[in-house]
C-alpha cells in the first residue's frame, strides 16, 4: 500500500515547483553521424534540465537553447528566490531577476566551494547511459523515454517493480493461481 501512495506523492511533486538550490543546464541526445559533440552537432535532440539538489530533476526536449525558451522552463518549474547555479551559456544571463545566480566557468574549473552543476551533470550521465541499451531512440517516443529516465532518477531509492505493481493492482498486488 505504501507505493501506491509513493505514486500518488510523485504525480503530485511533478506539479510542483523545484526551489532552494537549484542546477540548470542542457544537454544534446541521439543522432546517427558521429562527429562534433555540444551546440554544434548535427541531428540531436536537446534536452533541457533543473535538478533541485537533493531532490528531483525536471526535464524537457526543446527546439532550441535560446533565453526566451530556456527562461520559461526555469519560470514555469522554479520557485521564486532560488539560487540557480548554471554555466556560463549566454542564455541564462537574466536569471538574476527570478533569483540568486551562480555561474561556473568550465574553462577554468568544474568545482568552485559549493557553486557547480555536478549534480545535473550526473543525471545526463545517469540518462545517456541508459539509452544506450535501446540502441537508437525514434524522436516521436524520445519524450517518454526521457521522462521514463527521470521518472527512474526521481525514485532510484525505490524498487520500481514494486512501486508499478502497487499502482497497477490498486495496492493489492497480482492475485495468484
Known sequence: MQYRYKMADYLREQFSELGGEVEIDES???GKRKGERGRGAYNKAIVFGILE????VYTAVVPNVKAKTLLKHIKDKTKKGSVYYTDTFRSYNSLVIYG???????????????KHINGIEGFWSFAKERF???????????YWYLKEMEFRFNYKKYDLFKLLVQVIYGGIGPKSD
Open 132 to 142: 544506450m541499451k535501446y540502441h537508437g531512440i525514434n524522436r516521436d517516443n524520445y
Open 28 to 30: 544534446y541526445f541521439g
Open 100 to 114: 540568486k545566480h551562480e555561474r561556473i566557468d568550465h574553462s577554468k574549473t568544474l568545482v568552485e566551494y559549493n
Open 53 to 56: 539538489r537533493h531532490g528531483r
